[in-house]
């Protein structure tokens, strides 16, 4: 058939629609025809299911939003569609369909002919039924390989604008604070320079596919007390500045991002989407961000019904636009009828308004969606019979065998050894007992924003739409000469210890006992990790350490496995286990990961991103602790992990040899200049991952005992050596002073260049001259690496 589009009524075009215009001119030429409520209209977002028929969407009722006409509000127009994939079980060919026939219905409906902008949840894939589940951005962090991540999300990003959306709300740029919070697994690690380069890198493949990126959650949601989800932040400013922000703007700064989600939490009081300061102030005055700043959903509302800032919806409206928040989601509340009372009332400007509708409009400009020739047909419908969507059913693959590749690979590189007495890799053991509640699970890889756990569970009626082996399956494929038996011994989170016995029985007639233990990712409690799954102390829920501890006492060689959303304290396994093997929920190809490493197929590469504590109750810590928040006379809680940040262990050796400093002083605008020569010095190929950490032994103000300031995974073949050559700008020494100016001294630093935060194999001794030296945003945020490969 021929392709629907929306033609202008004017006998001339008006210059909203001259694609040679730049986008700001084409916003500011179309508010000036707008009214008042036809401007609102595209600063708020409908949620919505799409019809598995392929006819038009329906508004989604949710518990926490009153019921919307679309027909009372489409002639005014409509900014945002809220999850249309992502809401209900759908086939994506007729989701496609579904939100083609609504987008012509948008346009037709206003004046203008103007469509909304579709936005899903891509935290680990394109979150929509059968799409693939990659791995957690836990599990990116553990790569150590931004490069890997862009590809996976140029594949998400293309999948999700083939049918048609415009906008992926991710990555999560929060830095791990305390390990407790139920949102560990969404974000990638407890160092900001990691969760910086990784989620850039996830950003730059984001939007190389046209897809709107969102930096979230803007900032400091990841502190909150007591690691439980929503609280007030009280971190200080310093914390803030060196911690919190430094990841969102190195995303702003390298990756072309074009929209931030604000936080749900306060911090100090003050509430992100009321934070003028943080959402104009600094994102876009000194940064230069010039996309758009959506709430989170129902953050609006929020600040008036939880955090009590404004008296009323109007008036929380007016303090979100105030500060810079352009966009309401998920759905229309305070920036629909609360907010034009308001402004009627005198109480809120249209100036602010405008204000956010001007970059609403110049991004939907960048989208092609003002354009007089634009189509709703996506890419994955060119050519297809609208007309029959039973023909289409099926017709559209969002879980390619390019895409399940990408997956695998990350998956293996994520996985972390943790620990080996020498048993793996496995030696074809003929009795394999597989014992734990992860055991036999097929959800026991995915996070809580995988669409199997985060919608499918809604509906069990409706299979997965992907293929997720289990690990007993994955064992059984991996090891085709062993009998491998199984018990579940104890459910994740449940009290009952009446299988444990059984469990024993099995695990003591085996040869090796593989423990699968660790997490259900669920939401709001009906999980042990997720979104409102947050923990009381980092002991393995329910009663897995008591299995734990019965299979070590059998004398049969224990693997613990952990398929987990956060780390745990281990117990006697952190000394017992005969290995233990960390996997954050590794996505669908995560099983068959996991027992490539076990078979020794996969030689693993994975290191930590956050450290493993020993103690259940020590927290909030992470390595990034200044000398008094370590372990010492002063206070009888011993924080050190039982396996430090950067942690992993591979199946071959590596030999760090022949230092040589080239220049180890330079002025406070200088460079530090080193080289080294890696060697594996095993029998195999493997990676190591080449970490620099900063010591700064005397400062203005408490520094951490040592930060992460670069990194470089190399892989060598057995044998092979390498020369790695790294320039260290003095600017990664910035730290924020007393006064607030980030600020480069003068004085000795060392650079550690280690396997981990607890490995140092080589040490840089050097200094910095000069002046102190104050830096800004356009400060040196890199380390450079450069590898030549060395004979003999």
Known sequence: MTDTVVEDTHSAAPAWRDPALPPEARADALIAEMTLQEKVAQLFGVWVGASDEGGEVAPYQHEMEEAVSLEALLPQGLGQLTRSFGTAPVDPALGALSLLRTQRRIAAANRFGIPAVAHEECLAGFATWGATAYPVPLSWGATF????????????????????????????????????WGRVEETIGEDPYLVGTVATAYVQGLESAGI??????????????????????????RERADVILPPFEMAVRESGVRSVMSAYTDTDGVPSHADEGLLHGLLRETWGFTGTVVADYFGVAFLSTLHGVAGSLGAAAGAALTAGVDVELPTVKAFGEPLLKAIADGEVSEEVVDRALRRVLAQKAQLGLLDADWNPVPEALAGAD??????????VTLDSEENRAVAREIAEQGVVLLRNDGILPLARPARIALIGPNADTPTAVLGCYSFPVHVGSQHPQMPAGIELPTLREALAAEFPDSEVVTAQGVSVDGLSTSGIAEAAALARDADVVVLALGDRAGLFGRGTSGEGCDAE???????QQQLLDTLLDTGTPVVLTLLAGRPYALGRAVGEAAAVVQAFFPGEEGTTAVAGILSGRVN??????????????????????????????????????????GHGLTYTTFDWTDLSVEAGQ??????????????????RAGAEVVQVYLHDPVASVVQPVQRLIGYHRLPLA???????????????????????????????????????????????????????????HTRSLHARFTTQPEQG
């Open 145 to 180: 390989n931004p490069g890997l991540i862009r590809a996976m999300a140029v594949r998400i990003g293309r999948d999700m604008r083939a049918v048609g959306v415009h906008q992926g709300l991710a990555p999560v740029l929060d830095v791990v604070r305390d390990a407790r």
């Open 212 to 237: 709107v990126a969102t930096l979230k959650h803007f900032a400091g949601y990841s502190a909150s007390r007591g690691g439980r989800n929503l609280a007030p932040v009280g971190m200080g400013a």
């Open 386 to 395: 609208e007309e029959d969507p039973r023909a289409l059913r099926g017709s």
């Open 537 to 543: 102390s980092l002991s393995l829920p329910g009663v």
């Open 604 to 645: 693993p590469s994975g290191r930590l991103p956050v450290s493993v504590p020993r103690l259940p109750g020590a927290q909030p810590s992470t390595y990034l602790a200044a000398r008094l928040g370590q372990a010492g006379e002063s206070s009888s809680i011993d924080p050190t992990p039982a396996f430090p940040f």
């Open 666 to 683: 330079a002025e406070t605008d200088g460079e530090i200049r080193a080289a080294f020569t890696v060697r594996n010095t095993g029998d």
């Open 718 to 776: 057995a044998g092979e050596a390498a020369r790695v050559l790294l320039t260290v700008p003095a600017d990664l020494a910035s730290f924020t002073g007393r006064d607030g100016r980030r600020v480069v001294e003068p004085g000795d630093l060392e650079l550690r260049l280690g396997a981990s935060s607890a490995d140092p194999r080589l040490v840089v001794n050097c200094t910095l001259t000069g002046q102190v030296r104050e830096v800004d």
